[in-house]
């Protein structure tokens, strides 16, 4: 079964919650849960994570969680 290069691998539910934590870890300062978050995530839904993310922000999603990080609350 041949499928087109433009749709992105399928994300699973558990590889977005995991996506999600890690997102809240960086935000309370909780650096090695994140790792630990982002590395439970499965190599598919990564693939897909990435495509997702490059078409939004572009290709360096390293420099999109450095910026989370020492970006202010806005609390």
Same mark, same amino acid.
């Given at each position: 079964?041949?499928? $087109?290069? $433009?749709?992105?691998?399928? /994300?699973?539910?558990?590889?977005?919650?995991? =996506?999600?934590?890690?997102?809240?870890? /960086?935000? =309370?300062?909780?650096?090695?849960?994140?790792?630990? &978050?982002?590395? &439970? /995530?499965?190599?598919? #839904?990564?693939?897909?994570?990435?495509?997702?993310? &490059?078409?939004?922000?572009?290709?360096? @999603?390293? #420099? @999109? @969680? @450095?910026? $989370?990080?020492?970006? $202010?609350?806005?609390?």
């Amino acid at each position: 079964m041949s499928t $087109s290069a $433009s749709v992105p691998p399928r /994300i699973s539910k558990m590889a977005a919650g995991e =996506l999600r934590d890690a997102l809240m870890a /960086i935000e =309370l300062g909780h650096g090695p849960t994140a790792v630990a &978050a982002l590395m &439970a /995530i499965d190599e598919e #839904s990564w693939q897909g994570i990435e495509k997702r993310l &490059a078409a939004l922000v572009g290709d360096d @999603l390293r #420099s @999109l @969680l @450095l910026a $989370s990080v020492t970006r $202010s609350p806005l609390v």
